[in-house]
């Protein structure tokens, strides 16, 4: 198959894996090797091992990098620093793209950036909402008092003391007013750890003085 017409069908998917290229050809090895070959010429990208997107200029559809963080790994939504810079929570600008999954904790790293992702257990997979990019394609990512939660208790090496004053100055948390911390605790419970309830009822002690 010439690469024109490949790119020709393949254009309306925002990507496509090597499990759909037999729906291309009846020789679906040839056509792995061809796509090796155009992955090194440039013409697609590769996100991991078996998933790619055309090229910039080839492709008709702009791919953002939320929606590419949940095709990288499923299922998965986006969480911890990245969420909590996207309702801004935290003043920084996160660049990775940060995100839990049931699955293990793995780094991806591609044209499109670093998306990393890390574990939770299958209980612990709730409080997320699916929401469309600007193109709008679907992605989920976590409510804002389960970003919380989620940097917390992924984070609870670091509360070897917990002080009320260690979210503001070290953590620089900010925009709290309209947080519930009914949802924060109900979300911490779920994880039934100790530990990340301390350091839960202390974060939610700092929402009411600031």
Not at 87 to 114: A, R
């Amino acid at each position: 198959m010439k690469y024109k017409e490949f790119k020709d069908r393949i254009q309306k998917y925002p990507v496509f894996s090597t499990s759909q290229l037999g729906v291309f050809t009846d020789n679906e090895q040839v056509l792995r090797n061809q796509l090796a070959l155009w992955h090194k010429q440039g013409l697609v990208l590769r996100l991991k091992k078996g998933l790619y997107v055309l090229n910039k200029e080839d492709r008709k559809i702009n791919l953002s990098r939320p929606f590419i963080a949940n095709q990288l790994i499923s299922p998965s939504y986006l969480s911890t620093e990245y969420a909590l810079s996207f309702y801004g929570l935290i003043p920084e600008k996160v660049e990775d793209l940060t995100s839990v999954t049931t699955k293990k904790t793995s780094t991806f790293q591609n044209d499109f950036g670093t998306f990393r992702y890390q574990h939770i257990d299958v209980g612990c997979f709730l409080g997320f909402i699916e929401t469309k990019d600007e193109n709008g394609y679907p992605f989920f990512i976590a409510q804002p008092e389960k970003a919380i939660v989620d940097f917390l208790y992924l984070n609870l090496a670091e509360f070897s003391e917990v002080r009320p004053d260690i979210f503001r100055d070290s953590y620089r948390f900010q925009n709290l007013s309209e947080l519930e911390s009914r949802k924060i605790k109900m979300f911490a419970e779920v994880f039934g750890n100790k530990k990340l309830l301390r350091v839960v009822r202390s974060f939610c002690e700092f929402m009411k003085v600031e």
